[in-house]
């Protein structure tokens, strides 16, 4: 088992930057993919980003690709969503997932451990 604890959430005003953070402890953080997810209100979970624990690929939502970056420090057990050139409609709730699976997925169902949430909001 594995706990995610998300942080770096905040209001900023359209066009700035954050930086969330996700720290797990638990079993071997290299043994998970991990992604991050965002929650809108009255909106369904959505995937944002993952990157591998086989080779460190990662990949995107289209309406993110370009503005964020995911990474990982397998040293820190941490994972990080790097978020520039904010849009109001980036504001949601992004979750932290851990799956035991190779590569990523942008299925929610394919994930088997999740943070609590940290709320960004973006001001226009």
């Known amino acids: 088992q594995v706990q995610l604890v998300e942080s770096g959430g905040g209001l900023v005003q359209a066009g700035g930057s954050l930086r969330l953070s996700c720290a797990a402890s638990?079993?071997?953080?290299?043994?998970?993919?991990m992604g991050w997810f965002r929650q809108a209100p009255g909106q369904e979970r959505e995937f944002v980003a993952a990157i591998s624990r086989s080779d460190g690929s990662t990949f995107y939502a289209d309406s993110v690709k370009g503005r964020f970056t995911i990474s990982r420090d397998n040293a820190r057990n941490t994972v990080y969503l790097q978020m520039l050139s904010l849009k109001p409609e980036d504001t949601a709730v992004y979750y932290c997932?851990?799956?035991?699976?190779?590569?990523?997925?942008?299925?929610?169902?394919?994930?088997?451990?999740w943070g609590q949430g940290t709320q960004v909001t973006v001001s226009s």
């Open positions: 638990g079993r071997t953080f290299s043994s998970y993919t």
């Open positions: 997932a851990a799956a035991l699976r190779a590569f990523g997925s942008r299925r929610y169902g394919d994930y088997d451990y």
